[in-house]
T-cell receptor
Framework: SQKIEQNSEALNIQEGKTATLTCNYTNYSPAYLQWYRQDPGRGPVFLLLIRENEKEKRKERLKVTFDTTLKQSLFHITASQPADSATYLCALESSGTYKYIFGTGTRLKVLA | NAGVMQNPRHLVRRRGQEARLRCSPMKGHSHVYWYRQLPEEGLKFMVYLQKENIIDESGMPKERFSAEFPKEGPSILRIQQVVRGDSAAYFC???????????????FGPGTRLTVL
């Protein structure tokens, strides 16, 4: 069955450093992958979408890569700030449908 | 421009009661999705609706759960005879074009936290 893995352990990094979060998947060939941010007690907020034929996508301090050979996406936040502290979810399109399957998320904490 | 609205934000029910969760999509959006999130688990797709139509309910339990999106008014997720295992956060999302637009962004509401005693 389709499976998405995100590191369930929290990631703590120092302010100003680059945070890198990983999303691995198996039994999948998604055409699209999305990253969301979720703060405690709130709904997810869309950040970026990347297509299978795009290796990299950037938006301000955010960068996403999509390696269909490794079946992995990396999410980078450069010059991280305490305000970036949140849980980050990856979501993969399920088999050519409109449905996205979500990972469990990785909690990021940026230390001042 | 209001975002996706959900109410109530918190709902407490006793076992056997009914829970009704409401979702008003963003203005101009006619596609609604419902998800359930358990602690330490990912968002699980439940159902996708357009106005007056259920498009895909493959993620929704066959019994006790139902959803609707009437021509007028909010989308409703209804859980009958709730059990403790129904305790979770329920999120609604809306999008502009839905099916056929696989890159369409889903905008999420703040969620309803259901607690079953």
């Amino acid at each position: 069955s389709q499976k998405i893995e995100q590191n369930s352990e929290a990631l703590n990094i120092q302010e100003g450093k680059t945070a890198t979060l990983t999303c691995n998947y198996t039994n999948y060939s998604p055409a699209y992958l999305q990253w969301y941010r979720q703060d405690p007690g709130r709904g997810p907020v869309f950040l970026l979408l990347i297509r299978e034929n795009e290796k990299e996508k950037r938006k301000e301090r955010l960068k996403v890569t999509f390696d269909t050979t490794l079946k992995q996406s990396l999410f980078h936040i450069t010059a991280s700030q305490p305000a970036d502290s949140a849980t980050y979810l990856c979501a993969l399109e399920s088999s050519g449908t409109y449905k996205y399957i979500f990972g469990t998320g990785t909690r990021l904490k940026v230390l001042a | 421009n209001a975002g996706v609205m959900q109410n109530p934000r918190h709902l407490v029910r006793r076992r056997g009661q009914e829970a009704r969760l409401r979702c008003s999509p963003m203005k101009g959006h006619s596609h609604v999705y419902w998800y359930r999130q358990l602690p330490e688990e990912g968002l699980k797709f439940m159902v996708y609706l357009q106005k007056e139509n259920i498009i895909d309910e493959s993620g929704m339990p066959k019994e006790r759960f139902s959803a609707e999106f009437p021509k007028e008014g909010p989308s409703i997720l209804r859980i009958q005879q709730v059990v403790r295992g129904d305790s979770a956060a329920y999120f609604c999302a809306s999008s502009f074009s839905g099916t056929g637009a696989r890159t369409d962004t889903q905008y999420f509401g703040p969620g309803t936290r259901l607690t079953v005693l």
